[in-house]
Structures are given as C-alpha cells and as structure tokens.
C-alpha cells in the first residue's frame, strides 16, 4: 500500500514509493506537514486581512513577540534587580544595627535617630562598654526618639547590651534576633540610608563576606630569621596600591553567625589576646570571616560622614605600631595569613554619570 507523504508545496500530495515507508523518512514527511500547515493559516490569515492590514497585523505580532521575550528575559539570565523596597520585608530581611558607644551620649542619640530612619533597619542593639550601665533617662529618651523617628509600619526593635569592665566586646552574640544580617558601626559613624541600603543589597549577594565602607590593607615588609613581618596600611596605603585585604567593624555588615563564631569558636588564646590588648577587635574579625571563607571582604565607595575624635576605633587615636602588633600577633596565633587581597570595589551605578 502506498503512503501520502507531504512534500513542498503546501496543498499537494504525491504517492510516494515502497522506499519512503522508512520510520525516519516517515517523521519527517509529518514534521513538514506540520510545518506546512502553519504556513498555510498565516497566509489565510494575510489574505482574509487584506493587503491594508498586513502590516498592521505583523507589527502586533512582533510587538507581542517582544513583550514576552523582555518578560521572560530575567528568567533566562538569572537577573534579579535590585529593589530598595526589599530591605524593609519581613522575616529577617531588613538588617539589625549594632552600634558601639562609649562616653559620647550626643553621638549616640543623633545615630540612634539616624539609622531609626533608614527603612531598613529592623532592629537596634547599643552596645555600652562604660562601667556604669546607661541611665533610665538616656534609655527613655532612645526609646522615643526610634518611635518618632521611624519610618516602618512596624518600629525597630531597640535595646542597650551592656558590657562589664572584664567583658569588652562588641560582638557578643545577640538573643531573638529576626535577621540575618548584622551592620556593626560605631556611634560617631552616620551612613545616609540610601547608601546604607545599597552596601546592604551587595551583602545580600554574597552574605557570608563582610561587606563595609572603611577598606585597610596589610603586606609582607620584610623577614627575619625566616620570620615574616607584616605592617598594616591605612587608608593612603590603599589609595596608593589599589589593594585591601580588610574592612573595618566600625562601618561593615556581617551575618550574624560570626557572632556565634567569634564568642564561642574562636580559640582561647586569641579571644585572650583581644581582651587584654582591646584594639584588635575589628582586625580579629577581619580574620575569621576570611578564614571561615577564604575570600576576600567587600568594599562598597560610599560617602560616610565621621564625627568624632575621641571614638574608640578613630584612627587618629591608633598608633601604626600598636596596629603592626596586633596583625603581626594574630598571623602567629592562627599560624597563617587567612587575609585575602582583593582590588574589588562595588560601586553604585546610580551615581556614576560616566560606565
């Protein structure tokens, strides 16, 4: 029995011969009679149209074509844009502030009203190094300010840690926390909330590095009796060679994990060494990100604005040589640099006029 097999020319058959009954030959003779067939309803469709209407009507096909493909696009690519309106969602997705504050209460209050306003700020945590605890009347006065200042459906959280003069520690691990993401600043140390939500969108992207405004470096300077001495490079340092391999706590996000970590991980003989020492903290935990990820930190350019000079962590009040020691002894303590060198710097295209 002989088959009808489509060929060309939409609309004619021919009989085929025995040698076209092949399963291969067969598909595809069907796949052009498909084919074919759609051919043939464009050109009824063309036609019932009129030659008036014809490019009418394949504009509005490629218009549509076009919608889908933009719709779908992100999709395809793995883009998801930025949204400024996601740091303030629910379930830990906003960040908790941690702000360290010792002996500079008019700071404090303008900080704690500052970051009370950023939308995404879920909650604030104070942490009070001063041996005497804070007075009920700073904590009301706090208190009012994040209400009147808040602009969340829901107002942040707020709430003072309070240090023992044997316990100086910024980062001790904080109770019911509602967000993964930790931004550690002192209190003469005002981010503006656009930029502070910016640097927050570039930890979200990578949320087990640190991410922060203040870059530092280190590097080999020289070695002796086999014994290699690193000095520890400010900011002109950085500006100078392009490099850092560090941000500072004093304006930085972090997950709240390295809290755990910090406080109950990290060997004793270090957690020693800061406490007597006492200027090492933010160096320390420079080195157990890196060393819990092995990458480099991030630093985001952004304009913050300092306004103290008396602050704990104000590098003024640093002598190079007690930051020298501190890198030099917590290299010996981990028995390697975990520190990673990087030329990264995430960069805002919203206020940059020239790509």
Same mark, same amino acid.
């Given at each position: 029995?002989?088959?009808?097999?489509?060929?060309?020319d939409p609309g004619i058959f021919v009989e085929g011969n025995d040698d076209l009954n092949?399963?291969?030959?067969?598909?595809?003779?069907?796949?052009?009679?498909?084919?074919?067939?759609?051919?043939?309803?464009?050109?009824?469709?063309?036609?019932?149209?009129?030659?008036?209407?014809?490019?009418?009507?394949?504009?509005?096909?490629?218009?549509?074509?076009?919608?889908?493909?933009?719709?779908?696009?992100?999709?395809w690519v793995g883009w998801n844009p930025y949204d400024p309106s996601s740091v303030s969602?629910?379930?830990?997705?906003?960040?908790?502030?941690?702000?360290?504050?010792?002996?500079?209460?008019?700071?404090?209050?303008?900080?704690?009203?500052?970051?009370?306003?950023? +939308?995404? *700020? =879920? /909650? #604030?945590?104070? @942490?009070?190094?001063?041996?005497?605890? !804070?007075?009920?009347? &700073?904590?009301?006065?706090?208190?009012?300010?994040?209400?009147?200042?808040?602009?969340?459906?829901?107002?942040?959280?707020?709430?003072?840690?309070?240090?023992?003069?044997?316990?100086?520690?910024?980062?001790?691990?904080?109770?019911? +926390?509602? *967000? =993964? /993401? #930790?931004?550690? @600043?002192?209190?003469?140390?005002?981010? !503006?909330?656009?930029? &502070?939500?910016?640097?927050?969108?570039?930890?979200?992207?990578?949320?087990?590095?640190?991410?922060?405004?203040?870059?530092?470096?280190?590097?080999?300077?020289?070695?002796?009796?086999?014994?290699?001495?690193?000095?520890?490079?400010?900011?002109?340092?950085?500006?100078?060679?392009?490099?850092?391999?560090?941000?500072?706590?004093?304006?930085?996000?972090?997950?709240?994990?390295?809290?755990?970590?910090?406080?109950?991980?990290?060997?004793?003989?270090?957690?020693?060494?800061?406490?007597?020492?006492?200027?090492?903290?933010?160096?320390?935990?420079?080195?157990?990100?890196?060393?819990?990820?092995?990458?480099?930190?991030?630093?985001?350019?952004?304009?913050?604005?300092?306004?103290?000079?008396?602050?704990?962590?104000?590098?003024?009040?640093?002598?190079?040589?007690?930051?020298?020691?501190?890198?030099?002894?917590?290299?010996?303590?981990?028995?390697?640099?975990?520190?990673?060198?990087?030329?990264?710097?995430?960069?805002?295209?919203?206020?940059?006029?020239?790509?």
């Amino acid at each position: 029995m002989s088959n009808l097999v489509a060929i060309r020319d939409p609309g004619i058959f021919v009989e085929g011969n025995d040698d076209l009954n092949s399963p291969a030959k067969q598909k595809a003779a069907n796949r052009g009679a498909y084919g074919n067939r759609s051919t043939l309803s464009l050109r009824r469709a063309i036609h019932m149209l009129g030659p008036a209407k014809t490019k009418l009507f394949l504009g509005f096909c490629a218009l549509s074509v076009f919608v889908v493909v933009t719709s779908r696009l992100s999709s395809w690519v793995g883009w998801n844009p930025y949204d400024p309106s996601s740091v303030s969602s629910p379930s830990r997705g906003g960040y908790t502030v941690l702000m360290n504050t010792w002996k500079q209460n008019s700071f404090l209050k303008e900080a704690v009203a500052h970051y009370a306003s950023c +939308l995404g *700020t =879920d /909650a #604030i945590n104070v @942490v009070w190094s001063e041996i005497q605890p !804070p007075s009920e009347h &700073l904590k009301t006065y706090l208190e009012k300010i994040v209400v009147s200042k808040s602009r969340r459906s829901v107002v942040p959280n707020f709430r003072f840690d309070v240090n023992g003069d044997d316990n100086f520690s910024r980062f001790k691990p904080i109770g019911g +926390l509602q *967000t =993964d /993401a #930790i931004f550690s @600043v002192d209190d003469d140390v005002i981010v !503006p909330c656009s930029t &502070l939500d910016f640097a927050f969108s570039v930890w979200q992207s990578a949320p087990f590095t640190m991410v922060g405004f203040v870059p530092r470096m280190h590097w080999l300077d020289k070695e002796q009796n086999d014994v290699a001495y690193y000095r520890y490079g400010g900011w002109w340092s950085v500006w100078r060679m392009g490099t850092y391999s560090m941000v500072l706590s004093k304006a930085a996000f972090i997950h709240w994990k390295y809290l755990d970590l910090y406080a109950h991980m990290m060997p004793l003989p270090i957690q020693d060494y800061i406490t007597w020492h006492r200027n090492c903290e933010d160096i320390a935990m420079s080195f157990l990100v890196a060393n819990a990820t092995g990458a480099p930190p991030i630093w985001v350019k952004g304009k913050i604005y300092e306004k103290g000079a008396s602050s704990i962590s104000n590098p003024k009040r640093r002598h190079s040589n007690s930051r020298d020691r501190c890198l030099n002894d917590l290299i010996s303590l981990y028995g390697t640099v975990p520190l990673v060198p990087t030329h990264f710097k995430a960069v805002s295209a919203k206020n940059e006029w020239l790509w």
